[in-house]
């Protein structure tokens, strides 16, 4: 990759990247400082109800689930309709709880039309708008029932399964590419180029952009909404250097990985830690 392609690409996936951290940020504090704030407020009900071993197993569920469909050839057709379904269902939730939180409940509505344009035309900047929607919503809620400590275990953890999955069983990179073969990635779609974000995802074919997977935007974001209901500074400051995980990840995908599959998560989380050390001792 060109070193002008190699920036367009990064600066594209910084973007959506950086956007749904702030979306998700500001959906989790304006979530704390209304009535359904509820679960940052009662943090010990909510941890009891939903622990981290929990949060593991229905996150392994849900892949093996997605996994098992996208291996399987009868599956046909169905398989894009999958991917469609589980694309709509977490942009329609997130994207609702966001402009429900920052703009009120008539203006959330308009996330319904957006997701029925993405349906009938899905450029590729609406497939990743509709994406950092999803997972800003999600996420803020998600990162609300957990302590930090909690996530710094969940960062661990996913990151350790991000290496195995890439580089061991592979099935994250195989699973990947049945969704860019299908035109539905649940993940943000990096054109090599700003024009490109235009485009009509149906339209593109494999190698023509990147892939960044949705999870390496969520984890970072449940740390940051997790301390945001008693440190913004510190959910913001999580934030941004989670981005400097990224280019760091980014690093290593041109120079170690040239040009391959990496785990991105590694390097997004150890930097999360470090912004979260930095709010504890500066902020």
Known sequence: MEKLSAARVFLIELFFFALTLSLGILTAIR???SSSGAIYTERGLAGDSFSPLMFIFYFLVATAVVVFISKTKEAGKGKK???????????????????????????????????FWWYKRPYIFLHNFLMALGIAGVGAVIGGFFEPLEVMFLLFF?????????????????????????????????????????????????????????????????????????????????????????????YLFLVLGKGKPVPALPPIALFSIFGYLFSLLFL
Not at 94 to 106: A, D, K, R, T
Not at 218 to 223: E, G, I, R, T
């Open 31 to 33: 979530m704390t400082a």
């Open 81 to 115: 309709a999958f991917f469609r379904f589980v694309f709509l269902i977490c942009a329609l939730m997130g994207g609702y709880l966001v402009f429900f939180s920052l703009f009120g409940s008539i203006f959330a509505l308009s996330i319904f039309l957006l997701a």
């Open 158 to 250: 996913f990151s350790l399964y991000d290496f195995i999955a890439v580089y061991k069983t592979k099935h994250m990179v195989k699973m990947a590419e049945e969704m860019v073969q299908t035109k539905v990635v649940l993940g943000f779609v990096v054109p090599f180029s700003f024009s490109q974000l235009k485009d009509d995802m149906s339209s593109k074919k494999r190698g023509e952009f990147a892939v960044l997977g949705g999870g390496d935007a969520a984890f970072p974001l449940f740390f940051a909404s997790s301390v945001a209901s008693f440190s913004p500074a510190g959910a913001v400051a999580i934030a941004l250097f989670s981005c400097l995980g990224l280019a760091l990840g980014f």
